[in-house]
């Protein structure tokens, strides 16, 4: 009873941040967490304190499926609740598509679409000019498939977004545009059934 009081209280001040403070086992305006996470990360938390999020996401992706709370905890404490509010869903198990995994796909599952448009050399973005698929990069965007962020990098290590994910919907059916994000294994076997290009 407590415990739903404190969630409705959290949730009157701050819709999405206080709930997601709760869910990681911070404290909300003032209130104390109560939840499982709380108590997990009294005891474990200790243990990643000095993790980046990236080491975390390395280790979730060895398997390592205790670095989801202390990862949320993390965004959550840096204001990113919505992002860590995919890793929560995903548990772990998967971890959500980059924008550099999406390109992948793409190069490899639309590569008989990228090499015309490879031979006119379109732009690379700047931060994509040394990396291995930097002239499908230039196709992918030329043919409008993804696009650049406002500052005219591609910013491969971004999470594919839900603008991404309505781009790439106008040239891809089976994308949904509703969708939040794409995980890796969902973004091979989207591509690997529509296009038969194995």
């Given at each position: 009873?407590?415990?739903?009081?404190?969630?409705?209280?959290?949730?009157?001040?701050?819709?999405?941040?206080?709930?997601w403070n709760?869910?990681?086992?911070?404290?909300?305006?003032?209130?104390?967490?109560?939840?499982?996470a709380s108590i997990y990360n009294r005891v474990n938390m200790a243990s990643a304190t000095e993790l980046s999020s990236d080491e975390m996401l390395r280790r979730i992706n060895g398997g390592d499926n205790s670095m989801i709370v202390p990862l949320t905890a993390l965004l959550v404490s840096e204001g990113?609740?919505?992002?860590?509010?995919?890793?929560?869903?995903?548990?772990?198990?998967?971890?959500p598509a980059t924008r550099k995994d999406l390109l992948d796909a793409l190069a490899w599952f639309g590569r008989y679409e990228l090499y015309p448009v490879m031979a006119l050399e379109?732009?690379?973005?700047?931060?994509?000019?040394?990396?291995?698929?930097?002239?499908?990069?230039?196709?992918?965007?030329a043919l409008g498939w993804m696009t650049t962020r406002e500052d005219g990098l591609f910013h491969?290590?971004?999470?594919?977004?839900?603008?991404?994910?309505?781009?790439?919907?106008?040239?891809f059916p089976q994308v949904s545009p509703v969708m939040k994000y794409i995980t890796g294994e969902a973004l091979e076997y989207m591509f690997r059934t529509t296009t038969g290009v194995l």
């Open positions: 009873m407590i415990l739903l009081i404190l969630l409705l209280l959290a949730y009157t001040q701050s819709p999405v941040q206080g709930i709760l869910r990681a086992g911070l404290e909300t305006e003032g209130i104390p967490a109560v939840t499982g990113k609740a919505e992002l860590a509010e995919i890793y929560w869903e995903l548990e772990g198990f998967e971890l379109p732009a690379i973005p700047p931060d994509m000019q040394e990396s291995m698929h930097s002239g499908q990069c230039g196709a992918v965007c491969g290590e971004d999470l594919v977004s839900p603008s991404d994910i309505r781009i790439l919907s106008n040239y």
